[in-house]
């Protein structure tokens, strides 16, 4: 099994539209959860980063986290083509554990 | 504030030669960690430097691959006698704390083709 698992898609909806992405993990040591946004050709960019379960709002994109399903997941609000992209998810343990475990990242197309 | 520097962006070897990849972390940053993403497959962690020092390399190939930050200059991996799977994207990413995760800016990458 994996330790992180994504769905890679690939994913189309319609401009406006809600998403939702989504990973599961199962290392229970995984603390820090950050979701990743990848545009074609380009470096990852941070889009959210998640501490321990609860949820995360930053404007149209809401992150939750389930630590006791080990589930975790991306809400994009009102989706734009500018979203289009591969979105990955990342997790570590924290503390002194730097290393990022990264999902295989799912490919989003928001079509106008 | 420049980001994460990475060159060449793109690289073409043949199978048995030598592929040199560069980094230069964000201005501030001593912290640099490198990372490959394979065609289909999530980014794998391969090391983490500070200067001067290798601090975890548990991620990367026992043979032909090997990296350093010197004192002065980017940091640098290296991949010797190449071979066709040595093929994919390599992420170079730089902190200020190893300590503060949501702090690791990734570099464009740099795509390596080995023919």
């Known amino acids: 099994q994996k330790e992180v698992e994504q769905d890679p898609g690939p994913l189309s909806v319609p401009e406006g539209a809600i998403v939702s992405l989504n990973c599961t993990y199962s290392n229970s040591a995984f603390q820090y959860f950050m979701w990743y946004r990848q545009y074609s050709r380009k470096g990852p960019e941070l889009l959210m980063y998640t501490y321990s379960s609860g949820n995360k709002e930053d404007g149209r994109f809401t992150a939750q986290v389930d630590k006791s399903s080990k589930y975790i997941s991306l809400f994009i609000r009102d989706s734009q083509p500018s979203d289009s992209a591969t979105y990955l998810c990342?997790?570590?343990?924290?503390?002194?554990?730097?290393?990022?475990?990264f999902g295989k990242g799912t490919l989003l197309t928001v079509n106008p | 504030n420049a980001g994460v520097m990475q060159n060449p962006r793109h690289l073409v070897r043949r199978r048995g030669q030598e592929a040199r990849l560069r980094c230069s972390p964000m201005k501030g940053h001593s912290h640099v960690y490198w990372y490959r993403q394979l065609p289909e497959e999530g980014l794998k962690f391969m090391v983490y430097l500070q200067k001067e020092n290798i601090i975890d390399e548990s991620g990367m190939p026992k043979e032909r691959f090997s990296a350093e930050f010197p004192k002065e200059g980017p940091s640098i991996l290296r991949i010797q006698q190449v071979v066709r799977g040595d093929s994919a994207a390599y992420f170079c990413?730089?902190?200020?704390?190893?300590?503060?995760?949501?702090?690791?800016?990734f570099g464009p990458g740099t795509r390596l083709t080995v023919l």
């Open positions: 990413a730089s902190s200020p704390s190893p300590s503060l995760i949501d702090t690791q800016y």
């Open positions: 990342a997790m570590s343990a924290g503390g002194s554990n730097y290393k990022l475990t």
